[in-house]
Structure formats: C-alpha cells, structure tokens
C-alpha cells in the first residue's frame, strides 16, 4: 500500500497568512492526487485534483503543486472560512490511501 | 443535480454484519466510468477508503479490510451497498459514501454520512 505522510499535522494561523501543507507518498505516484478540505461535521470538500487542478467553484487563493512523492497545497491568503481540517489522497494505485490530515487552526 | 445519501443502523453489536446502502441521484450507473464508494471515518480521526464499484461491476477493496467488505450495486434503484462482517468497537466511524470516475479516483460528490457506533 502507498502511505501518504501530511506534515504538519496541525498549525496555527491568522487570516491573511500564507499556509503551506505538504504531503508526502512513499513511492512515485505522478501527479495522482487530491486534496480534500473537511469542516467539522461535514463531509469532505475536493478542492484540487491532478495535484495541480482547481475543482470548480474553489478560490483560487488554494493552489496545489508538485508530482512524484512530494505535494504541497498552499492557501495564498488565509480567509476565516479556510480553518478547517485538509487531507491528501493519492489514486495511483488500489487501495486507494489518504493522508492523516492537518488541521488548521485559527491564532 | 447530484446527492448521495447513506442509510443504515446507527447501533450494531459486536461479531454482526453491518449493511450500509447509499442512494443517489443525478447521475447512474449507465455512465461509462462512473463508480460509487465507502470511505468511513473514526471519531476525530482520519479519512480512510473502504470500497468502490464501477459502472462496469469492477470492484476494489481496502487490503486491511478486504476480507469483511462485500460492495455491490443495484443499478435499476440507484443504490450501492456495502456490508462489514463481524464488526468490532473499532469500527465505530461516520460512514460516507462519494462519487467517483475510473479516470479520476477521486471523489467529488459525498453524501452527508452516517454515524454508526458497534457496542454491545
């Protein structure tokens, strides 16, 4: 099975700040993965695909970068609708594997 | 427009089969590529993927769970259903059930998910 490693797993931030999150697969896997952004009681929201691509509908103050084993999603100015839980998915190959999520909360 | 909607028991006992169905609409199983899958997700935990079945009756599994897991779907009603033999504490989670293609394994469309508690 792939595993895919989040780091960090939760980071503190005011509205305005960049934030970067990374998410690492332990073996190669393209540019085959998403990003999720979950808010508490909710289910999860796509936001990128293809590592890169913005779903529909997302701001694009969230960009998604990077292919291979290393992944970044970066939120280019923190909004207060932002803090929420986001985690990274790879569909490379079965099983299909998500990351273990980081939290982002409000400093 | 799409939904998916997850029903099923909210309490199992330990050593039952839990049977999970989803509904949906907006699209079908007719649509070449589409699938339906099961991801669940523990009380303050992580997102973890259980099952998907494609259009074509192509089925994958988690490797951790596959021996417990039966998905299947019933084209005419719309619906996928998963079923989880001899259920422990453990499997305590929110189960969802999302939306997926076999050219992008990811999913775009969830439903709200349902909590289900295994306890004696």
């Known amino acids: 099975d792939i595993q895919m490693t989040q780091s960090p797993s939760s980071l503190s931030a005011s509205v305005g700040d960049r934030v970067t999150i990374t998410c690492r697969a332990s073996?190669?896997?393209?540019?085959?993965l998403g990003w999720y952004q979950q808010k508490p009681g909710k289910a999860p929201k796509r936001l990128i695909y293809?590592?890169?691509s913005l779903q529909s509908g997302v701001p694009s103050r969230f960009s998604g970068s990077g292919s291979g084993t290393e992944f970044t999603l970066t939120i280019s100015s923190l909004q207060l609708e932002d803090f929420a839980t986001y985690y990274c998915?790879?569909?490379?190959?079965?099983?299909?594997?998500f990351g273990q999520g980081t939290k982002v909360e409000i400093k | 427009q799409i939904t998916l909607k997850e029903s099923g028991p909210t309490l199992v006992k330990p050593t039952q089969t839990l049977t999970l169905t989803c509904t949906f609409s907006?699209?079908?199983?007719?649509?070449?590529?589409?699938?339906v899958g099961w991801i669940r997700q523990p009380p303050g935990k992580a997102l973890e993927w259980l099952a998907l079945?494609?259009?074509?009756?192509?089925?994958r599994y988690s490797s951790s769970l596959q021996s417990r897991l039966t998905i299947t779907k019933d084209t005419s009603k719309n619906q996928v259903v998963l079923t989880m033999t001899n259920v422990d504490p453990v499997d305590t989670a929110t189960y969802y059930c999302?939306?997926?293609?076999?050219?992008?394994?990811?999913?775009?469309?969830w439903g709200q998910g349902t909590l289900v508690a295994v306890s004696s």
């Open positions: 073996q190669g896997i393209r540019n085959d």
């Open positions: 079945i494609y259009w074509d009756d192509d089925k």
């Open positions: 999302a939306r997926a293609t076999q050219w992008l394994v990811l999913f775009d469309y």
């Open positions: 998915q790879q569909h490379n190959s079965y099983p299909l594997t």
């Open positions: 907006g699209f079908s199983f007719s649509t070449s590529g589409v699938g």
């Open positions: 293809a590592a890169s």
